[in-house]
């Protein structure tokens, strides 16, 4: 049976299984960012824009002034910590997403502002032990 005889034998609705050989190479389709949207809660990815923290000290930690900052939703909560630290000159900071649990340092705070915001704010309670538990 010939090559041309086997094409033919083939129906529309069947897919011809072309061999290739490792040696070729293929050329990928650029990957296009978009604003992600959850199609069931109508939520933006906020890993695009930037999103707004506001600070709140708890116990007898320092305060900072001013108390809302403006940092990308791609940054990390371990930057976040480690600019608190900077700032109030401390060894160790402890971050509290709504004063209710910690995130861990690998989190990104678009993901968070997503879930946990209140009045279009992320609002990250800071202390110099452990507060909570």
Sequence with gaps: MSSTES????????????????????????????????????????????ITLRFHPIGSTPAIAPKTFKISGFQSVAVVSSYLMKRLRLKSVHLYVSNTFQPTPDEKLGDLHE???????????????VAFG
């Design 7 to 50: 094409s033919a034998e083939i129906s529309e609705g069947q897919v011809a299984e072309a061999k290739v050989p490792l040696s070729t190479s293929m050329v990928l389709p650029k990957i296009k960012r978009e604003v992600n949207v959850d199609p069931l809660s109508g939520l933006v990815n906020k890993r695009n824009e930037k």
């Design 115 to 129: 879930m946990f915001q209140s009045n279009g704010e992320l609002v990250l309670g800071y202390c110099e032990t």
